[in-house]
């Protein structure tokens, strides 16, 4: 069993430590613009330009059963999608608003067919929900906002009420999880009560007291009680979720040092939603290093997918799906249940370790591959068995010592020596599964 205890929440965090990777969805009008999520606010742009993706948004190749597939092959297991994103618009049937996918093109309720189609491959269930709203009429004018710039913003924003848009947030989370039965993560972005504007004092950043976020809290886990919060409300929930960032060791609590139930997530290009001049893609070996970078240090990795505006992954997304299904298919038992290798076990050199769950085997991924020999300090003893994971072929260890005729031996009571083959076996980052005593 692993040794790590972690600081225990309201929700059921239990398949989520074992699911480990998972696929985030950002989809939404601002697919079409396909210059960004955030276009409204970085283009300033107005409601009645905007309003022309209301109008002219038409997902017709939108098949989720296909992403569903996709999610699956690649090892994810669970997904998180946008129901509304800061621009606003609903992809879920609300009773509380007219901006919503079922009355354009669309004609039908976009969360429902995802969340019919990943449920259907066993997979666990996310809502995305954003706290900024850019369309809503009570929601006050900040930093952030589209319309912050215009000469009368101040007029703009009298008499919006916070506390309508609040309720309206409410009665939205209310129908989310009420409709689409078990719901497993609700990620709610984000807080930023720091981002005022000095010489505009009535745009003022908001957080917790805004959201009326102990209020929500209390009536999302009144109707889905094991759901999974994530803790961009401003009050410390289950999940910590750093973005774009890998940290280097498990996210713990700053004060109490307690150890935290984290994911990190990150993109395939920079942007979350479809960016179609977007050339900053990562490399199949980079995805790859994410995942274990993130497994070994006990975390969880949310990697995102911008569908484009016509309801498909685009050819590199689904490249970068790809990649993750090809060494996910020979290697996800290193990922999938596993954790942060124990403190006996240090990291070979260039190696990054994670081990399973139940504490029996330990898996090596060999992020730079040495020339024939491997050493492991600390190990001897404790190794059973080993093998290659990918093909199950085995490898040859010895315990102690080992001459290569060089000056000195390689010697160290503790050290298990590892023969690899000459030349790096065929996977991005090969991983050698070690059987403990
Ligand atoms: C953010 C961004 C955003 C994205 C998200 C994902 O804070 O505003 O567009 O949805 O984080 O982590």
Redesign the pocket.
Known sequence: MSSYIKRITDGDTSWFDKARFGMFI?WGLYSMPARH??VKCHERITEEKYDKYFEYFDPDLYNPKEWAKKAKEAGMKYAVMTTK??EGFCMFDSQYTDYKCTNTKAGRDLIKEFVDAFRAEGIHIGFYYSLIDWHHPEFPLDCYHPRQDDDDAYEQNQGRDIKKYAEYMRNQVRELLTNYGKIDVIWF??SYPEKNVPDKPWMKGKGKEDWEAEKLVEMVRSIQPDILINNRMGIPQDLFTP?QYQPTKWVSDKTTGELLTWEA?QTFSGS?GYYRDEMTWKSDRMLIEMLINTVCIGGNLLMNVGPTSRGYFDNRANKALDAYAQWMKYNSRSIHNCTMAEPEFTAPRGCRLTQSSDGKRLYIHLMEYPYAYLEANGFAGKVDYAQFLHDGSEIKFNEGAVNHFSDGRTEGEDLVVFELPHVKPDAVVPVIELFLK
């Open positions: 950002h999520e955030w994103h800061h972005d984000y973005e997530s979350w």
